[in-house]
T-cell receptor, first 112, second 116 residues
C-alpha cells in the first residue's frame, strides 16, 4: 500500500498542552501537506511544506520534514478544545500526477 | 479563497440503483479533479484522477465500470456509483487542482452515501 502511517492513532490531552503527531511515508515527494477533519465533515488544509524545506510555522502549528527519514511531524501548541479533530498528512509524490496519498490519521481529543 | 462544492451532501438509495455525485469548482478552473472514498474512522483513499476532456485514471483495485467518472468541463466532474450495494456506503470527497497553481488542491465538503 502507498498509504503513509501516522502515529499515534489517537491522542487525548488537556487544553493548553501541546500535541505532536508524526507521519511516515514511503516515496520521494514534492511536498507534504497536513489536513484537519472534524467528524463527518470535509477537509481543511492546514499547512504545506516543500521537500526542500525542513520546518514551517503557521500560527500555533509547527511542521517539520525530514526527507532522509521520510517523516514529518505536526506540533500544535497551546491546544484548545476546538482543536479536537482528525489530522491527516498527505504526500504529493514526485512525478507529474500531483495526486495526494493520505496517511492513516491521528484522532486528537483536547479535553477542556 | 477557492471553493469546491459537492452535490448532494448526502444521499440514501436502494441497492441496485445508481447515484451521481457532482463536484464543482466555483471560482477557478480545475483541469484535474480527484475522487476519494473514506470509510468511518478511516483515512481517505484515492479512487481516481479525473482530467478534463480525457478518461479518468483509476487507482489499483477500483472498478472503473462501477465508479464512472466524467470530467465534462473545467469546473465540473461527476462520479456515478452504478448498481450500488451496501458496501459502497461511504463518504465520497472530491478535490480540485487550480489550473494556475501547481500544488494547491481544494477539497469539497464530501457526500455521504448510504445504500440500503
Amino acid at each position: 500500500s502507498q498509504q503513509g502511517e501516522e502515529d499515534p492513532q489517537a491522542l487525548s490531552i488537556q487544553e493548553g498542552e501541546n500535541a505532536t503527531m508524526n507521519c511516515s511515508y514511503k516515496t520521494s515527494i514534492n511536498n507534504l501537506q497536513w489536513y484537519r477533519q472534524n467528524s463527518g465533515r470535509g477537509l481543511v488544509h492546514l499547512i504545506l511544506i516543500r521537500s526542500n524545506e525542513r520546518e514551517k510555522h503557521s500560527g500555533r502549528l509547527r511542521v517539520t520534514l525530514d526527507t532522509s527519514k521520510k517523516s514529518s511531524s505536526l506540533l500544535i501548541t497551546a491546544s484548545r478544545a476546538a482543536d479536537t479533530a482528525s489530522y491527516f498528512c498527505a504526500t504529493d509524490a514526485s512525478g507529474a500526477t500531483n495526486k495526494l496519498i493520505f496517511g492513516t490519521g491521528t484522532l486528537l481529543a483536547v479535553q477542556p | 479563497g477557492a471553493v469546491v462544492s459537492q452535490h448532494p451532501s448526502w444521499v440514501i438509495c436502494k441497492s441496485g440503483t445508481s447515484v451521481k455525485i457532482e463536484c464543482r469548482s466555483l471560482d477557478f478552473q480545475a483541469t484535474t479533479m480527484f475522487w476519494y472514498r473514506q470509510f468511518p474512522k478511516q483515512s481517505l483513499m484515492l479512487m481516481a484522477t479525473s482530467n478534463e476532456g480525457s478518461k479518468a485514471t483509476y487507482e489499483q483495485g477500483v472498478e472503473k465500470d462501477k465508479f464512472l467518472i466524467n470530467h465534462a468541463s473545467l469546473t465540473l466532474s461527476t462520479l456515478t456509483v452504478t448498481s450500488a450495494h451496501p458496501e459502497d456506503s461511504s463518504f465520497y470527497i472530491c478535490s480540485a487542482r487550480d489550473f494556475n497553481s501547481f500544488y494547491e488542491q481544494y477539497f469539497g465538503p464530501g457526500t455521504r452515501l448510504t445504500v440500503t
